[in-house]
C-alpha cells in the first residue's frame, strides 16, 4: 500500500502558508493599529493602504483606515473607507455607527440619525448609538427623547462618566436641579478628574445661588481651562465668575483647539453692486439680540446694502415674522449639514459674515472656522474674544475694550465712535408709570434689578446687602427667581439680619411691554457684576431709570460703563465695591441729585446720539466699510 504522508504533507504546508500568510496579516494590523493609538498615523496609513494593495483586507482593515482619515482630518476618505467596510460586512453595526458619527459631526443630522438606526438594527447593545443619538435629540431642544437614548445607553454601560454628564445636562435644562446635581456627581465617581461633570456643577450652583458651593470650588474656577490644551465648555460661564481678560483668552484659544482652527482667507473680495451683509443668529426671535439689533435692520441704507439673515433656529414667533420683513433674503440653515451651509452662505457672495453669537448656546462658530466670507465679525452675541483665528474682527468701543486689553483677543479690534452697542426700538418703551405695578409705604426707595440668575454673584449680593443694612426705607425688587435660587438667596440675606420684607420679586407678565413697565416704578437700577446687563441697561435708560455700575476688567464688566460714558453720566460709574454701596446710598438720600439725573436722561432722549438709532446705524456701516479696507 501506497504511503499517503506526501498528500497531508501538501495538505500541510498549504495550512502552513496560510497560517504564516494570517499571522503576518495579524501582526501587520495590529501594528497599524498600535500606530494608530500613538498618534503616528501615517505610518499607521501607509500599512494599511499596502495590506489592501495585497488583497489581504477585511472590514476591520478599512475602519481602521478611517480612523486614521478621520484624525487626520481627511473626513471624505475616512466616510468612503467605512462605506467599504460595511460593503464588506452587510451586518457591521459599529461600522455603521461611525458613519453615522462622522455625518453627525459635519452636521448632515438626518443621515446620522439613519445610520445610527441601522447600526442598532444589527446590534441593540450599542452604548455609543444611543449615546450619539441622544447628543443629537438635546441639540435639537427634544428632551424626551434625548433622555430616553440616554437611559438606554445607561442600561449598557454604567461607568462611562459622559452618560450622567449627558443626562445632567438635560434635566438642568428643564431646571431639575436637585437631579442633575446628583448626575454630574455620579460622572464624577466614575472619573474624579473629569473637568465637563464639575464646570456643570457650578453652572447648577450659579443657577441656585449656591455661593458656598461656588467659594468651595474657587480654586478650580481661577486655574481650569488656562493650560496649553486643557479644553473646557460653557465659555459664557467663566464670565460671570471671573473678571481676568487674559484667562477668558486663554480659555477661548484652548476650547477652539479641538475644533481644528484653520487660518483660510481663500475668499476673494468681490465687488457687488451692494455691499452684502450677512447675519448670523440663532436668535431671530423674542431675544434681547434681536431687540437690540432690530432698529438696525430697519435703518441699513437699501441703496447701499443688501441684508442676508441666516438662521439656526426653524422656531418662529410674531418677532420672526416681523424681522423677515427687514431683510433681502431670510434663510434658516438648522438642518442644514455643516458642508451644506456652508456652501449656501459662500454662493450668496456675502461681503461681510457677521457672527451675532459667539460661544452663546446653538452657536454659529464652525460655520465661521470655514471661512464663509471674506471678512468675518464678532459683534454684540458674546461679549469677549471667540479665540477663532477665521473671526477676523470684534466691533467694540473704547470703553469696553482698552488699549491695552487688544492682546487678549484674537481678533482685530474695530471701534465705535461712541457706545458699540445700540438703543432698543422706540415704541416698545411708550409705557407710563404705573404704581399699581407696586405698593410701598410712602418715603420708601425702590432699588431694582432685575438680572437672570448667574449674574447674582456674592460679591454683588454682598453689597446689596450693606446698602440695605446701611439705609432705611430702603426696598430690592429682584427678578422672579427658581425656587432653589431665591431659598439660598433669602438665606443670604436672612445670615445678614435684612428684613426678610424688604427684598421683592417681580411677578412673571404676559408681555415685553407690562415688563418694561415696571422700571419706571423704581427709583435706581442696581448693575451686575463681573457681568454687567446689556439689553437691561438699554431698557433701563430708556425708561429714565438711572443705573449705578462697577467697572471690572473684562469686556462683559465694562458694558454699563461703556453706556453711562456716552450718556455722559460718568459720576455713576464705580470703581471699587465700596464705591458702588456709597454711591446708591448717596443717591437715595440726596433725591433731588438723582432727579438731575434722570432729567439729564430725558433731555438725552431728545437730542442725545445714544437715543439717535439712525445715526447709530451710519456709524456701523462706516465700520463696516473700514473692515473691508483692512486685511483679516
Known sequence: MKSTNKGFGGKDKSIKRRLSDDFEYLSQIEKANICAREGKLLDAEIIYRKLIKKGKFNHSTYHGLAFVYERLGRRREAFDSLIHAIKLKENYAEGYADLGRLLQNAGDIKNALNYYEISLKYNPNLFGAYLNKGNIFAKLGSHKEALDNYLKALEINNKVPMIFHSIGIILAKEKKYIEAELNFQKALKCDPNAIYPKIELIKIYLETLNFEQLNNHKLF??????????????????????????????????????????????????????????????????????????????????????????????????????????????????????????????????????????????????????????????????????????????????????????????????????????????????????????????????????????????????????????????????????????????????????????????????????????????????????????STLVECIWSELPFVTFLGESFASRVGGSILHSLGLDELICESHEEYVDKVIFYSLNKEKLKKIKNKIKVEKKVGRFFDQKKFTRDLEKTYERILEISP
Open 221 to 534: 474656577i481661577d486655574k481650569v481651562g488656562l493650560l496649553d490644551g486643557e479644553e473646557i465648555s460653557n465659555l459664557l460661564t467663566f464670565f460671570y465668575l471671573n473678571d481676568s481678560p487674559k484667562k477668558q483668552y486663554l480659555r477661548a484659544l484652548n476650547f477652539n483647539k479641538k475644533m481644528n482652527l484653520r487660518n483660510n482667507n481663500l475668499i476673494e473680495l468681490k465687488k457687488n453692486k451692494r455691499i452684502r451683509i450677512g447675519y448670523l443668529s440663532a436668535n431671530f426671535n423674542d431675544h434681547p439680540v434681536s431687540k437690540v439689533m432690530e432698529s438696525i435692520f430697519i435703518h441699513h441704507d437699501r441703496s447701499k446694502y443688501e441684508i442676508f439673515a441666516y438662521s439656526l433656529s426653524a422656531n418662529e414667533d410674531e418677532i420672526t415674522k416681523k424681522l423677515k420683513n427687514y431683510f433681502d433674503s431670510f434663510i434658516c440653515i438648522q438642518n442644514l449639514s455643516l458642508s451644506e451651509a456652508v456652501t449656501k452662505i459662500r454662493s450668496d457672495n456675502i461681503d461681510i459674515a457677521i457672527d451675532l453669537m459667539g460661544h452663546t448656546s446653538k452657536n454659529m462658530i464652525k460655520i465661521f472656522n470655514e471661512r464663509i466670507a471674506p471678512r468675518q465679525v464678532n459683534y454684540l452675541g458674546f461679549p469677549g474674544t471667540t479665540g477663532v483665528t477665521n473671526i477676523d474682527f470684534l466691533i467694540a468701543d473704547e470703553f469696553v475694550i482698552p488699549k491695552d486689553n487688544h492682546i487678549y483677543y484674537s481678533e482685530k479690534i474695530i471701534k465705535m465712535p461712541n457706545s458699540y452697542i445700540n438703543s432698543i426700538k422706540y415704541e416698545y418703551f411708550e409705557s407710563k408709570k404705573d404704581q399699581s405695578i407696586i405698593s410701598l409705604p410712602k418715603g420708601s426707595f425702590l432699588l431694582a434689578a432685575f438680572h437672570q440668575t448667574s449674574k447674582l454673584s456674592d460679591e454683588v449680593v454682598s453689597c446689596w446687602t450693606k446698602i440695605l443694612s446701611k439705609t432705611e426705607n430702603t426696598y430690592l425688587w429682584l427678578k422672579n427667581l427658581n425656587i432653589i435660587a431665591k431659598k439660598n438667596l433669602m438665606s443670604f440675606f436672612k445670615s445678614k439680619d435684612i428684613d426678610m420684607n424688604r427684598i421683592l420679586f417681580a411677578e412673571n407678565v404676559d408681555s415685553y411691554e407690562e415688563h418694561l413697565s415696571r422700571y419706571s416704578s423704581a427709583d435706581i437700577f442696581l448693575d451686575s457684576f463681573n457681568y454687567n446687563g446689556h
